[in-house]
C-alpha cells in the first residue's frame, strides 16, 4: 500500500466536513495486486482489437463498431479499476480515522472512528504471499467493540504504528477501563471457543 504524506487537498475534496485544524498524517491504499484479475481483464479487452484488427476491418462497419465498442469497454473497465483503488483509502489525521470504501463508479461510504473510540489495532499475514509482500488484514476495534476488518492492506504494521502514535502524540488514547473490558471480552471469547472445543472433542 502505497503512501501520500499530506496529502489533503486531495482528502478534503472527499471528505468535506474536516476541521480548519486538522491535519492530514497519512492516506492508505489498498495493496493494488489485489485487484490483479480486475486489471488483467480490463487490459485483455482494452488489447484485444488490435489482435483481431485484420478480422475486424473485414467485416466492415459492423467490424468497426464492434472494434470501438471493445475498445470501449476496455478503456471504462481499467478506469472503474483504477477509480476503486483510489478512493479506497484509510486517511489519518491527528483527530481520526477515515475509511473510504469506493465500490463502484458512483458507489462510495464514508466512515470515520475518533482516536479516543479506538481501543486496539491489530492485523494478519495469511500465508507466504502476504507475509513476503508485507500485506495483510488490518483490525480496528472501535467503541462498539465490533472489529473493522480492512483486508489486503499493504504494511498494515505501518498504519497500526501511526494509528497508535497519533492517539499518544495527540493524547487521544482510550480510557484505562475501556481497554481493560476489551481485554476481559477477549478472555470471555478464548474461554468460549475453548469450551467448544472440549464439548465436540468429547462428543467424538
Given at each position: 500500500m502505497a503512501r501520500l504524506v499530506n496529502n489533503t487537498m486531495n482528502i478534503r475534496r472527499i471528505i468535506h466536513?474536516?476541521?480548519?485544524?486538522?491535519?492530514?498524517?497519512?492516506?492508505?491504499?489498498?495493496?493494488?495486486?489485489?485487484?490483479?484479475?480486475?486489471?488483467?481483464g480490463g487490459f485483455i479487452i482494452l488489447m484485444s482489437p488490435f489482435f483481431f484488427l485484420y478480422l475486424f476491418l473485414q467485416w466492415g462497419a459492423i467490424g468497426s463498431g464492434l472494434l470501438i465498442a471493445l475498445f470501449v469497454i476496455g478503456a471504462f473497465w481499467l478506469?472503474?479499476?483504477?477509480?476503486?483503488?483510489?478512493?479506497?483509502?484509510?486517511?489519518?489525521?491527528?483527530?481520526?480515522?477515515?475509511?473510504?470504501?469506493q465500490s463502484g463508479i458512483m458507489d462510495r461510504a464514508v466512515s470515520q472512528v475518533d482516536f479516543d473510540k479506538i481501543y486496539d489495532v491489530s492485523y494478519r499475514h495469511k500465508g507466504i504471499l502476504q507475509t513476503i509482500s508485507h500485506v495483510g488484514s488490518l483490525f480496528i476495534t472501535p467503541g462498539s467493540f465490533e472489529k473493522i476488518e480492512?483486508?489486503?492492506?499493504h504494511a498494515p504494521a505501518e498504519i497500526q504504528h501511526l494509528i497508535f502514535k497519533l492517539q499518544k502524540e495527540y493524547g487521544l488514547e482510550p480510557p484505562e477501563d475501556a481497554q481493560e473490558m476489551i481485554r476481559l471480552s477477549?478472555?470471555?471469547?478464548?474461554?468460549?471457543?475453548?469450551?467448544?472445543?472440549?464439548?465436540f472433542g468429547e462428543e467424538e
Open positions: 466536513n474536516l476541521d480548519d485544524d486538522e491535519e492530514v498524517h497519512g492516506i492508505y491504499h489498498q495493496f493494488w495486486l489485489a485487484f490483479f484479475w480486475h486489471w488483467l478506469f472503474r479499476t483504477w477509480r476503486i483503488w483510489y478512493f479506497s483509502i484509510i486517511a489519518m489525521t491527528n483527530k481520526r480515522v477515515i475509511i473510504i470504501d480492512l483486508k489486503n492492506m477477549r478472555v470471555k471469547k478464548e474461554e468460549k471457543a475453548r469450551a467448544v472445543e472440549q464439548f
